[in-house]
């Protein structure tokens, strides 16, 4: 079964770290770039991050440059996300994404003291 | 960055009802554009993508069409499952903007 399974989250105080995991199954992960996306209380989606196929080239929206990093580990196809510096309006539900197709369950991150 | 104008915010059609909603992009994008329906507590499903292609599984009653700038999503005929917010994004570049969403009650 192709799928995206998102493991990681809760909460946690304002100026820790977290990571997010997202293992994938089904399809050659290795062969595409992925993406985290994540949804505000609230709000609408918002584009975070994006990791090319073989982990070379990120990219990051401007809320969290320089505070979020994106990786990935192609030997055992797993996706993450490692967020620093958290802050109370980066509490939001995250997916991982293979864009226009596969999307994780979704993950709810809560940023509060 | 490419900006995405998605209109109406919001509807409130009856079942049966021919619906549209469009996505205006701040410059041209080719036709890397995706249609997705959010419900609560699930994630995102992509609809169309590219513009005009419909994902297996999805109904016919789904359209979409444009390319360049303007862009619609048209649903034929409202069925109480349709009740959603749907979203529009770009994968012309990075960063991968989404539209502000529609709101569909019926």
């Known amino acids: 079964e192709v799928q995206l399974l998102q493991s990681g989250g809760g909460l946690v105080q304002p100026g820790d770290s977290l990571r997010l995991s997202c293992a994938a199954s089904?399809?050659?992960?290795?062969?595409?770039?992925l993406s985290w996306v994540r949804q505000l209380p609230g709000k609408g989606l918002e584009w975070v991050s994006a990791?090319?196929?073989?982990?070379?080239?990120?990219y990051f929206a401007d809320s969290v440059k320089g505070r979020f990093t994106i990786s990935r580990d192609n030997s055992r196809d797993i996706l993450y996300l490692h967020m620093n510096s958290l802050r109370a309006e980066d509490t939001a539900v995250y997916y991982c994404a293979k864009v226009a197709d596969i999307w994780g369950q979704g993950t709810l991150v809560t940023v509060s003291s | 960055d490419i900006q995405l104008t998605q209109s109406p915010s919001s509807l409130s059609p009856s079942v049966g009802d021919r619906v549209t909603i469009t996505c205006r992009a701040s410059r041209g994008i080719e036709n890397y554009l995706a249609w997705y329906q959010k419900k609560p507590g699930k994630a995102p499903k992509v609809l169309i993508y590219p513009a005009t292609t419909l994902q297996s599984g999805v109904p016919s009653r789904f359209s979409g069409s444009g390319s360049g700038t303007g862009f619609s999503l048209t649903i034929s005929s409202l069925q109480p499952e349709d009740s959603a917010t749907y979203y529009c994004q770009q994968l012309y570049n990075y960063p991968l903007t989404f539209g502000g969403g529609t709101k569909v009650e019926i």
């Open positions: 089904g399809f050659t992960f290795g062969s595409y770039a």
């Open positions: 990791i090319s196929n073989t982990g070379d080239t990120t």
